[in-house]
């Protein structure tokens, strides 16, 4: 009883200090997966997020007050997604720079419209986020319509003549790449030999991998996540087939290479020009490696999503989350990713995408810069 008691008082000593430093700082807060098969992007956003914080604080803060980080977790799951934007738009959290999953983003969005905080994701691809003519979204990142054109650009230029099958995992990210990617191969007149789904969280996929090997299939894009592709290429290798595997952004995490070994040589991928490479990241990406952490993936667009909101309310002279979005779409912001620009929709005006390879090493390469 006495243990009880004194648990009772720590945590109640721990919330009075919590709401302490909420009452002195501004509270804003990084959602994506911090635990499930997405977890290796959760933590890029959680790097990026804390990096930004600790560099905006020691520069003073913004109208005389510091930030104050708080971290959510959606395991990239829709329920939890939409509870945790509920939990932040009841604490009148002003800014939330997530989420990760598209199939989280947008039933968040919602709660987040209705509780009056402003939405930046670094990550969610999927157009439907901002279609929806919502108030609080924005993102720094593409959209599946335009990574699509590029995917399907590169194999019509490459697979002319060849068999490419088409998979997806039936998530709002994946089976929308999947299907923008159809869509722009059969504008081309390029039709595909197979198009099939399979369930994120399978780990079983023979029974599709046979049929790529009775099909003779040359190339298959995944429209999913990195953890099915990377056992999708393995049980193709395993049955040996030389099949090129294709995907798009959600394959930027060196997990992927040791989920497959050197069986990642050759993948493909589409993703933004490496922002790591960037002018405008240099003395970022270089704190990042005095800590030993590579910035790669949504990490700097996560940092990127923070700089535009900052920068906003510096300019607005308040956090208020209407006037905050009214003047991001307002004008430019200088980030780690370049000067960025946003439409009436939440979307960035210049768009860049580009096809990365794998090689034996767990090492990607930008193999079309110029969209060759």
Not at 210 to 228: A, M, P, T
Request: proline share 3%; glycine share 10%.
């Amino acid at each position: 009883m006495k243990s009880l008691k004194l648990i009772g008082l720590a945590l109640g000593a721990s919330l009075a200090l919590s709401t302490t430093a909420l009452a002195q700082d501004i509270s804003i807060a990084v959602v994506g997966p911090m635990t499930g098969g997405e977890s290796a992007f959760g933590r890029q956003m959680k790097n990026g997020a804390e990096q930004f914080v600790a560099d905006f604080n020691a520069a003073g803060g913004v109208l005389g007050k510091k930030l104050a980080l708080q971290i959510g977790d959606d395991a990239c799951d829709p329920k939890q997604a939409r509870s945790v934007a509920e939990k932040f738009a009841s604490a009148k959290i002003p800014f939330v720079a997530g989420h990760f999953c598209s199939s989280s983003s947008i039933p968040a969005s919602e709660a987040y419209a209705d509780g009056n905080v402003l939405q930046i994701t670094p990550a969610s691809t999927n157009p439907l986020f901002t279609e929806r003519k919502l108030w609080n979204v924005a993102r720094v990142c593409g959209r599946d319509d335009q990574q699509g054109l590029v995917a399907a650009d590169y194999i019509v230029k490459n697979y002319k003549g060849k068999n490419v099958a088409i998979l997806n995992d039936k998530t709002t990210y994946g089976k929308g790449l999947a299907d923008e990617t159809k869509k722009a191969l059969n504008k081309a007149g390029f039709t595909e030999k197979m198009f099939e789904s399979y369930n994120k969280g399978d780990k079983d996929f023979n029974s599709i991998v046979s049929r790529l090997k009775r099909d003779n299939i040359d190339l298959v894009f995944v429209g999913g996540y990195h953890q099915e592709a990377g056992l999708i290429l393995r049980q193709m290798r395993d049955q040996g087939l030389k099949t090129v595997l294709m995907a798009g952004d959600a394959m930027n995490d060196k997990e992927f290479a040791s989920i497959t070994g050197p069986a990642a040589e050759g993948t493909l991928f589409t993703f933004g020009p490496d922002p790591r490479n960037k002018a405008t990241a240099k003395a970022i990406v270089e704190k990042f490696k005095a800590k030993n952490i590579d910035p790669e993936g949504y990490t700097l667009y996560t940092y990127a999503a923070m700089q535009v909101w900052t920068q906003a309310v510096a300019k607005a002279k308040t956090t208020d989350p209407k006037k905050v979005m009214e003047t991001i779409k307002a004008s430019d912001w200088d980030t780690v990713l370049g000067k960025l620009g946003f439409d009436a929709k939440g979307d960035i005006k210049v768009i860049d995408y580009v096809v990365y390879k794998w090689d034996a090493k767990g090492n990607y390469t930008e193999i079309n810069p110029k969209g060759s």
